[in-house]
């Protein structure tokens, strides 16, 4: 069965730094693009950032640049999001997904969300 | 703040037809394809339509999506007790991956 898995959430202070983990298992991970995908409490999906199949290329949104860092391992069929200097506005669920290039050029596999707060 | 607009909610009975619209510019719907997501209440998005009208195998018929200009729309024939739910558009914006705002099915 194709499955995605996040961990890794939690509560944090502003400030702090939190590491997301995504477990990939039922297809051959290191073929494919992955992303992480988030959405605030009552609120709709926003797409966080993206990474090759060989992480040679990362793309964030712009309100995570410089904060976020989306990496894999290949090895351990991962995927990871390490957020640092958190802000009360990156509290959402954070969802990992598997993007098909084009033609498709759609997220078609999405794991059950981690959450994450930030607040004091 | 989202780049394509969706109406809020939309409504119908069992059995009824619902269309969702999605208007976006000529930087993302106008120069890419759509994809449609749905999310049941508490559970993670699901692909139901990509590329402006193709159908995911095991999506039913019954949802069907289309693409003119710089908007797009989702069709809902034969509405179900369980199509209750937030639909999402979604395309390139550049480098960027947009969502619609989301519209929120009830069947009445």
């Known amino acids: 069965e194709v499955q995605l898995v996040e961990s890794g959430g939690g509560l944090v202070q502003p400030g702090g730094s939190l590491r997301l983990s995504c477990a990939a298992s039922?297809?051959?991970?290191?073929?494919?693009?992955m992303s992480w995908v988030r959405q605030a409490p009552g609120k709709g999906l926003e797409w966080v950032a993206n990474?090759?199949?060989?992480?040679?290329?990362?793309y964030y949104v712009d309100s995570v640049k410089g904060r976020f860092t989306i990496s894999r391992d290949n090895a351990k069929n991962s995927l990871y999001l390490q957020m640092n200097s958190l802000r009360a506005e990156d509290t959402a669920v954070y969802y990992c997904?598997?993007?098909?290039?084009?033609?498709?050029?759609?997220?078609?596999?999405w794991g059950q969300g981690t959450m994450v707060t930030v607040s004091s | 703040q989202s780049v394509l607009t969706q109406p809020p909610s939309a409504s119908g009975t069992p059995g009824q037809r619902v269309t969702i619209s999605c208007s976006g510019s000529?930087?993302?719907?106008?120069?890419?394809?759509v994809n449609w997501y749905q999310q049941l209440p508490g559970t993670a998005p699901k692909l139901l339509i990509y590329?402006?009208?193709q159908r995911p195998s095991g999506v039913p018929d019954r949802f069907s999506g289309s693409k003119s200009g710089t908007s797009a729309s989702l069709a809902i024939s034969g509405l179900q007790s369980e199509d209750e739910a937030d639909y999402y558009c979604?395309?390139?914006?550049?480098?960027?991956?947009?969502f619609g705002t989301g519209t929120k099915v009830t069947v009445l």
């Open positions: 997904a598997r993007w098909l290039v084009p033609p498709i050029d759609a997220f078609d596999i």
């Open positions: 039922g297809f051959t991970f290191s073929s494919y693009w």
């Open positions: 990474i090759k199949q060989d992480g040679s290329e990362k």
């Open positions: 000529s930087s993302n719907i106008g120069s890419n394809t």
């Open positions: 590329s402006n009208n």
């Open positions: 979604a395309a390139w914006d550049d480098s960027v991956y947009v």
